[in-house]
């Protein structure tokens, strides 16, 4: 049997009523499905329209236009029996800072309606769980940023959610706390939690994410699993070339040709081959010398780039 589609959103819109100005469309029609027990991400640059998706399937804003179902329900008239079902972890961390560790889960617990047992019960697992008991009886405000974000990862998942739907999880987190998260994430995961998520780091969508719709200007550029989405918008490696200032443009020019397509960036030039290594020999035959030159593998970015024109971070 195919895995029960949880959520469902066809033409769905957002648009914006600004005063003195036009309307503003931040999502303007986009389709997908979300299947029980994976995780789904919305990669995309600032301002594609991720968040205020996110808003509409956690049902804290209306929808626009479109239709847009969780577990079959629908957001407009059963908002509260979809959000009893959801967890949710917002861009910017919202715990209450003068509270402890602990207490900050208890609230959210009664805000539940749970009973006083299950709470503290719950409670104990999840700081267990993200690794914060010995900071149960700290207040929250001096925790580091990593620390921060795996509380509300918990206080997310007090009403043990079916969904747990995260806008940027490790925004402004330094590498190791990223790291972290991304592990109990992926507990999570293995555990049978269907997790959405929005970034705009494409390691992050690489590494989590079973599948994924680039987004961009309020629209699905493109849909599949990561290793899909290159195999079909990129070449298995990419030459990366520096060359001196000013020297670029002549340079492209004496490239043209090589690989199947060349990206030239403000600071170098991209060159897509399947064969990295050779398209950097050809380099040399051409009588090119440039400052740097790297052979990788294609990633993600390079899929945004080749979709939008544009890279993901600016
Ligand atoms: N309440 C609002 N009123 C007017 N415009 C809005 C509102 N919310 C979002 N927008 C606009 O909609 C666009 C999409 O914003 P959104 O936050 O969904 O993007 P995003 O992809 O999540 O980017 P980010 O990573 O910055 O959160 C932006 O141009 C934003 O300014």
């Known amino acids: 049997m195919p895995p029960e589609v949880l959520i469902r959103a066809e033409g769905l819109v957002k648009t914006f009523n600004k005063k003195n100005s036009p309307p503003f469309t931040a999502v303007a029609g986009v389709d997908f499905e979300v299947r029980r027990g ?53 861009q910017e961390d919202t715990l209450d800072l003068e509270m402890r560790v602990r207490d900050n889960l208890h609230v959210y617990g009664r805000y539940f309606g749970l009973p006083r047992a299950v709470i503290r019960e719950r409670a104990e697992r999840l700081l267990e769980f993200v690794q914060l008991t010995d900071r149960a009886e700290d207040k929250v405000e001096p925790l580091s940023g990593g620390m921060k974000r795996r509380l509300t990862i918990a206080r997310a998942l007090i009403n043990e959610p079916e969904i747990l739907i995260l806008d940027e999880p490790t925004t402004g987190l330094d590498p190791q706390a990223r790291h972290v998260v991304w592990d109990r994430l992926y507990r999570l995961k293995q555990q049978g939690t269907t997790l959405i998520l929005t970034t705009h780091y494409m390691d992050e969508a690489e590494q989590l994410c079973d599948r994924l719709v680039v987004m961009d200007k309020g629209r699905i550029a493109a849909e599949g699993s990561p290793r899909d989405l290159i195999e079909r918008y990129a070449t298995r490696d990419v030459l990366e070339l520096r060359f001196p200032l000013g020297e670029q443009e002549q340079a492209v020019e004496k490239l043209q040709g090589l690989g199947e397509r060349l990206e030239p960036l403000p ?15 050809e380099v040399s035959t051409r009588g090119l010398e440039p400052v740097t030159a790297l052979v990788r593998r294609s990633t993600l970015e390079d899929v945004f780039l080749h979709l939008t024109g544009r890279t993901l971070v600016d």
Request: hydrophobic share 40%; aromatic share 6%; proline share 7%.
């Open 267 to 281: 600071d170098r030039v991209l060159v897509y081959a399947d064969d990295g290594e050779a398209a950097l020999s």
């Open 38 to 90: 994976e995780v789904f991400g919305f990669l995309g640059p600032n301002g594609a329209g991720k968040s205020t998706t996110m808003r509409m399937i956690g049902c804290v804003s209306p929808v626009g236009g479109g239709r847009l179902s969780l577990f079959g329900l629908d957001p407009d008239t059963q908002g509260p029996q979809i959000r009893a079902r959801l967890g949710v972890v917002p």
